[in-house]
């Protein structure tokens, strides 16, 4: 279990500080009233669910925690923002010919994810193990641009993929974990170039950890 340092800023997981002193969110006064209430609304406690449905939010929800490696609290929550985005349709504003429309997408794919785990493990997908959700989530990118239950896999690898990475890295949590020091308006930048820093911005500790996931 990772241990985080007392007072430090919160990272997804509670990472160590790979970017010691920075916060994100202690600078949230510099920002313009807009700006600011766009990130805290992003902290604070998200909406009930609109989009999905029970059942699908039980194989949405793990789906999304394995491919950001979010296994421990505090986690962005990134079931949620996706959920709000595809209840406004906030879509990216194009979709693969070859795929639905994202909502409808989604839908389709995260049934085919609980067909594939009720038949490959003879349980729901909200009760497999972590590794069993892997060796899913592996034979689906392991197809390529081969169908998946009338689907490309890849497109569909790459529909979740972007819906989860937006969620995850617009996030403050996110920010302090990869030394983002957040947004610069209306202040904006002073000190531009290679190797330059911002008074806000902190050097990279060079905490490593060993790299687990998926093979690509």
């Known amino acids: 279990?990772?241990?985080?340092?007392?007072?430090?800023?919160?990272?997804?997981?509670?990472?160590?500080?790979?970017?010691?002193?920075?916060?994100?969110?202690?600078?949230?006064?510099?920002?313009?009233?807009?700006?600011?209430?766009?990130?805290l609304r992003r902290v604070g406690p998200q909406p009930p669910v609109r989009f999905f449905t029970i059942e699908q939010e039980a194989v949405a929800r793990p789906l999304l925690d394995l491919i950001l490696d979010q296994h421990e609290d505090p986690?962005?929550?990134?079931?949620?923002m996706v959920d709000q985005r595809l209840a406004?349709?906030?879509?990216?504003?194009?979709h693969y010919e070859d795929l639905p429309p994202d909502p409808d997408a989604w839908v389709r794919s995260?049934?085919?994810?609980?067909?594939?785990?009720?038949v490959r493990f003879g349980r729901?997908?909200?009760?497999?193990?972590?590794?069993?959700?892997?060796?899913?989530?592996?034979?689906?990118?392991?197809?390529?641009?081969?169908?998946?239950?009338?689907?490309?896999?890849?497109?569909?690898?790459?529909?979740?993929?972007?819906?989860?990475?937006?969620?995850?890295?617009?996030?403050p949590w996110a920010w302090n974990e990869i030394g983002f020091p957040g947004p610069a308006y209306p202040r904006g930048y002073k000190n531009?170039?290679?190797?330059?820093r911002e008074p806000r911005?902190?050097?990279?500790?060079?905490?490593?950890?060993?790299?687990e996931g998926l093979r690509s």
């Open 1 to 39: 279990m990772r241990r985080r340092t007392p007072g430090a800023a919160t990272t997804p997981g509670g990472a160590p500080a790979r970017f010691p002193g920075l916060d994100v969110l202690r600078d949230a006064t510099s920002w313009d009233a807009v700006t600011a209430g766009v990130v």
């Open 75 to 80: 986690r962005v929550p990134v079931f949620e």
């Open 88 to 94: 406004e349709l906030s879509t990216d504003g194009w």
């Open 110 to 118: 995260l049934e085919a994810l609980g067909e594939d785990a009720r």
């Open 124 to 171: 729901v997908y909200a009760d497999c193990q972590d590794e069993e959700r892997a060796t899913l989530l592996q034979d689906l990118l392991e197809r390529g641009d081969r169908p998946w239950h009338g689907m490309r896999a890849d497109r569909v690898w790459s529909l979740w993929s972007r819906y989860a990475c937006t969620a995850f890295y617009s996030h």
């Open 192 to 196: 531009p170039g290679i190797n330059a």
């Open 201 to 211: 911005e902190v050097p990279d500790a060079g905490i490593r950890g060993p790299v």
